[in-house]
């Protein structure tokens, strides 16, 4: 029981040791965040309220631990499994015990562990179990023997080795598995493989028509180590359909031997200098890298790029689900949400400045019934009648013609003083035809629904938004194909950092709102609404202590990130928690200033003096935070609203020409590029290297999701509705719109390429706007 406790001190010691080392901090740092974690706080939480006792981490390196934290207690717990499996076989040495101990990653950990894991009898066991191993033993270490004449001391008909043949048949068995199972040697190898291996794919015979979407990767060679993310998840999900057919391996010369049987040999001193059994041990260790080594070696990497293409994929999603949350609201202002549609009409949605549904219809302006004149009747009576100032306009199927019924309304009613803005409806029917919306408009058409997400977004994107599984959302590559519980913690850890970094306000939010303030969740957000619906607004902060399973905990976890407008203590509209407020009472005696005037007088608490107010609870960081506060008490750190203008008769690509410059909005960031929203119902791509004219590595550091942006139309293939754009606006040579006939837009038919070359940017999945655009890049670097 000791052994254990000491095991399990030395254990977190190291962990502690290794983040703050990975995270370059100091590891009492990380001690007092992973005591604080453990105690039931959130990253939120400790980030803003506890920075003296982490030295001030931030909520992103709070992440990166909290994460990391996880992944090595697996690790810790996966050493005691595989150091009591050995122990319990009696073959634990001190020395192998050090070794498991020293192990950095599973993988190494496994290594170790390989020969003593518990499997199936193998054809070394049986060879072991006649008496082989000795023969095994004899010729690795003399050479000079002659395995036929020394294998017939060693028949033993009674288990089936009654010949030489069959006697040296289990020799190379149990020496192939004692090669495999080194642990030392499978580290190289396997890292030798990472830095100099290729991987190649094919297409599979009788696919080519099938797989057009992967004629990238019919005939396709890239180093393994630099293999983008976008593209080795396309190139698995082409296996994983049945069109590729991948390959990893090492270059190897004609008629040479294989660079990592040449390393085997080497780490078991063998060597062809004409001795009785050279032959034959060279022979085994050809067998022990085609037939153990690579097929092993080849799926452990082949899981490396996988996981780190996935964590890659996830990092983009979350970088683009905080930009797409962070958007500027419109504010509190009545809004009509227009959800567009031909046939079945554009659906209508009036909300007033709390989100609150008004009034709804269905208006027909488009093909076939072409009611414009009757539609703007419509539209205009509803704006009046509610005083609506907003309209919100979905970017789907008929969004411009909508944009053009707005924009009509506007020029023929000048008296309602509207506004028009195209938002995003990526997720609305998701929403609309959820439990939740279900409940929140029973009997209401689905549609509807959607065009009060749509109007709701505008005014407030993050509210909104919460209420959509954020893998709805779509600004992800691939994120079907990727880790779905590790993408799900990501967004949802996003999601929880952005709704407290806004702050929430109490007497307003919705129920999926309130659960990711920090420390709530879905039951007890859904018992403060019904709180609410109960007795009237909240009053003050405390009064959440009445609320049913809200207990001391969760008031200290959340209550700092609630906010209520016009309360009784003015503190309660601020992000300053409720454990300060004496402090602040304090500051404002001092200061002979009645806590209410000193709340927001800015010219004042700006000349205070943060080390005039430190104490033994609240350090120095917390002190320069509730002042930033009293300064600006509730201030939101999102950006102010700004629109695109799309430009007027650029509506479908027809209309587009080389050489055009248009307004947009970046609607998701990848790792090759961004891809921009010029008005034309398809998505335009600009290539990493067309953003900006410095080299850059991260499209992120010029461009997110929700920017406004100018840009210039290089490239467009009307037939496969590509766009290519650049934000280098310079001049340049125009280039011509390709028509269907171009060779360049011909597949390839799957036929191998004389000489295989990696592709500089790869097409994922041909109907997606993503793989469209980045397809039109790659036309564009191959021309």
């Known amino acids: 029981m000791r052994r254990t406790h000491h095991n399990n001190e030395f254990c977190m010691q190291s962990i502690l040791s290794r983040i703050a080392t990975e995270l370059a901090v100091q ?4 001690a007092a965040a992973v005591e604080l974690l453990d105690e039931g706080s959130t990253v939120p939480f400790i980030a803003r309220y506890r920075k003296e006792k982490t030295g001030g981490l931030d909520d992103t390196q709070l992440r990166f631990l909290e994460t990391r934290l996880g992944s090595l207690r697996e690790l810790e717990k996966r050493r005691e499994t595989v150091l009591n499996s050995i122990r319990e076989q009696g073959k634990l040495t001190s020395e192998l015990e050090q070794q498991v101990l020293g192990a950095d990653t599973r993988t190494e950990l496994e290594d170790i562990y390989l020969p003593y894991k518990p499997k199936r009898r193998t054809k070394a066991m049986i060879a072991r179990e006649a008496g082989i191993q000795p023969l095994a033993e004899a010729l690795l270490a003399d050479p000079r023997l002659n395995p036929e004449s020394e294998a017939t001391k060693y028949l033993n008909p009674d288990m089936e080795f009654a010949d030489a043949k069959a006697v040296l048949d289990g020799a190379r068995q149990i020496l192939m598995e004692d090669f495999a199972e080194n642990a030392e040697l499978s580290g190289q190898l396997r890292e030798y493989l990472w830095e100099q291996g290729g991987f190649e794919s094919n297409v599979v015979p009788g696919k080519e028509e099938e797989g057009q979407k992967f004629s990238d990767y019919f005939a396709y060679a890239e180093a393994i180590g630099k293999i983008p993310s976008h593209r080795a998840l396309a190139l698995f999900r082409g296996r994983n359909e049945g069109i590729l057919d991948l390959k990893l391996d090492v270059p190897t010369a004609e008629g040479a031997s294989h660079p990592c049987e040449d390393k085997i040999a080497a780490a078991f001193h063998i060597c062809d200098q004409g001795r009785a059994a050279d032959r034959w041990l060279l022979d085994t260790v050809r067998w022990t890298w085609k037939v153990k080594l690579h097929s092993r070696l080849s799926t452990d990497l082949n899981l490396r790029l996988r996981e780190q293409a996935e964590a890659e994929a996830i990092r983009v999603f979350a970088a683009n689900l905080k930009d797409l949350l962070l958007a500027a609201p419109a504010g509190a202002r009545a809004t009509l949400g227009l959800d567009p549609g031909l ?18 219809a269905t208006i027909y302006p488009h093909v076939p019934k072409k009611q414009w004149d009757q539609s703007i009747a419509v539209l205009a009576a509803l704006c009046s009648k509610h005083k609506v100032g907003l309209i919100s306009i979905g ?24 506004s028009k803005i195209v938002v995003s409806e990526a997720g609305a029917s998701v929403y609309s035809a959820s439990e939740l919306a279900a409940k929140e408009f029973p009997g209401l058409d689905v549609s509807i629904r959607g065009a009060v997400s749509i109007a709701r977004r505008l005014q407030d994107p993050l509210a909104e938004l919460v209420k959509i599984d954020p893998k709805s959302i779509g600004v992800g590559q691939y994120q079907h194909d990727v880790n779905q519980p590790e993408l799900a913690r990501s967004l949802d850890a996003v999601v929880e950092d952005c709704v407290n970094a806004v702050g929430v306000d109490l007497n307003m939010a919705s129920a999926p709102l309130l659960a990711r303030v920090s420390g709530l969740n879905q039951g ?32 200290e976890q959340a209550a700092g990130f609630l906010r209520i407008r016009d309360g009784e203590h003015p503190l309660d509209a601020s992000a300053v928690h409720p454990e300060a407020y004496t402090l602040v009472e304090q500051i404002a005696a001092v200061n002979r200033q009645p806590l209410q005037e000193l709340v927001g007088n800015s010219e004042f608490v700006s000349q205070l003096k943060p080390t005039d107010y430190v104490t033994e609870q609240f350090g120095l960081p917390t002190i320069r935070d509730i002042l930033a506060e009293l300064e600006k008490p509730g201030r939101d750190p999102r950006p102010e609203f700004v629109t695109a203008t799309f430009r007027e008769g650029v509506n479908e690509l027809a209309d587009l020409q080389a050489g055009m410059i248009l307004e947009g909005v970046v609607t998701n960031v990848a790792n090759f590029g961004a891809f921009v929203d010029i008005g034309v119902h398809q998505d335009g791509l600009v290539h990493i290297s067309q953003l900006t004219n410095k080299f850059i590595k991260d499209p992120r550091e010029v461009v997110r999701t929700g920017d ?76």
């Open 343 to 360: 046939r079945t009409g554009v659906k209508v949605a009036v909300v007033d400045a709390t989100g609150k549904l008004l009034d709804f």
């Open 395 to 418: 970017n789907g199927t008929a969004s411009r013609e909508t944009d053009h019924l707005a924009a009509d309304l506007i020029k023929r009613h000048p008296e309602l003083d509207l």
């Open 708 to 783: 406004v942006v100018k840009v210039r139309v290089e490239e467009v293939d009307v037939q496969r509705k590509r766009i290519s754009l650049t934000m280098r606006l310079e001049p340049a040579e125009k280039k011509p719109v390709k028509s269907s006939t171009d060779s360049r837009s011909k597949p390839m038919g799957g036929k191998p390429m004389p000489n295989k070359k990696p592709v500089k940017e790869a097409a994922p999945a041909a109907n997606s706007a993503m793989g469209d655009a980045l397809a039109a890049a790659l036309a564009k670097m191959r021309k």
């Open 27 to 30: 590891e009492k740092q990380v």
């Open 524 to 555: 007890i957000a859904e018992n403060i609404v019904a709180f609410r619906n109960e007795n009237g607004a909240f009053r003050n902060r405390n009064q959440l202590k009445k609320v049913s399973r809200l207990g001391a905990k969760t008031f």
